[in-house]
């Protein structure tokens, strides 16, 4: 059985944070401003995984106010993550997903970011597709008030 989730993530971008994404840091003079260290790509990423797993969202795993999760390494998320769909059955298919951004730019770093989250998840980068895109200077992205990820998720019955 193969079953589908989708995922969405939002952060505002602010003075005093890191920019992670992807599991790796940014060089930029903004980070994101979240509970964790408000990585939107592992987080839109995490919600489509536990979608199609129909295990509800990643606040609802790891909420944004709990103290075991402050300051957290998405990359811990998207680990335990992987372990909930384990423990029902599932493993990945695949993932691709797309980063809205003006600033960085993210191709050049899309080759790290799909080793990095391979490594985390234990799959083959091949079957993590990442895409970047503006919106043409267009609202709170265009105007770098903050980044936002959407993402797909494959995920199947283990053998």
Known sequence: MIRVGM???VHRLVEGRELWIGG?????QLGLLGHSDADVLIHAI?????????MRDIGYHFPDT???TDGI????????TIELLASKGYRLG????TICAERPKMNPHIPQMQQTMAEVIGCSPDQISIKA????RLG?????EGISAYAVALIERSE
Do not use: P, Q, Y
């Not at 790796?24 to 930029?28: A, D, G, N, S």
């Not at 709170?140 to 770098?144: D, K, L, P, V």
């Open 94 to 97: 695949n993932i691709d997903a």
């Open 66 to 68: 709990a103290a075991e």
């Open 140 to 144: 709170f992205t265009g105007r770098e």
């Open 73 to 80: 390494d998405s990359k811990v998320i998207l680990r335990k």
């Open 133 to 136: 895109t503006t919106t043409e």
């Open 46 to 54: 995490c919600d489509a995984l536990l979608g199609a797993a129909n």
């Open 24 to 28: 790796i840091r940014l060089e930029h």
């Open 7 to 9: 995922g969405f993530d």
